[in-house]
């Protein structure tokens, strides 16, 4: 097997208080046949390895406004990928998007945060095997969290 890839990150200071980032991950990957079980399989991309993923941030502090206040949107694209060595199962591309807001007084930091704020459902783990005794092989897949909310209340002993 062989991998190998390029990876960018971009942090872009529009003013004091916006900053946009964005990363991407460029991967290419080779996996050469191979024998289980008398099945042969292998000769394509690695699993669990998108051939591409892009992360694009927003992030704007409104201190002129009301100090300490601060906006953070994130979104991030990442493309299908093969589940497993053994089956040619692969999942879809999909995009989520976090959001968070936070507000630093002195050594307090208050953050009110929303990941995958669309609820997209979507496969991170995808499984084929015999489960019943109809010895049919069939396919599962996990999904990764749906739009999952939250306060995280941090002290900082150090400020």
């Given at each position: 097997a062989f991998h190998y890839g390029l990876e960018t990150d971009f942090v872009i200071n529009l003013s004091k208080f916006l900053?946009?980032?964005?990363?991407?991950?460029?991967?290419?990957?080779?996996?050469?046949?191979?024998?289980?079980?008398?099945?042969?399989?292998?000769?394509?991309?690695?699993?669990?390895?998108?051939?591409?993923?892009?992360?694009?941030?927003?992030?704007?502090?409104?201190?002129?406004y009301i100090t300490g206040l601060k906006l953070n949107i994130q979104s991030n694209y990442i493309t299908e990928f093969y589940f497993e060595e053994q089956n040619n199962v692969k999942s879809e591309p999909y995009k989520l998007i976090d959001l968070s807001i936070q507000y630093k007084y002195k050594n307090i930091t208050l953050s009110l945060w929303s990941k995958n704020i669309t609820n997209e459902k979507?496969?991170?783990?995808?499984?084929?095997?015999?489960?019943?005794p109809t010895y049919i092989i069939k396919s599962y897949k996990s999904f990764g969290n749906p739009r999952s909310t939250g306060i995280t209340l941090t002290f900082n002993i150090d400020d």
């Open positions: 900053i946009i980032s964005q990363s991407s991950s460029l991967l290419k990957t080779y996996v050469s046949k191979f024998e289980y079980r008398e099945i042969i399989y292998g000769d394509r991309e690695l699993s669990h390895a998108p051939a591409q993923k892009h992360t694009l941030g927003i992030s704007y502090d409104f201190s002129k979507y496969p991170i783990r995808g499984y084929s095997f015999v489960l019943d």
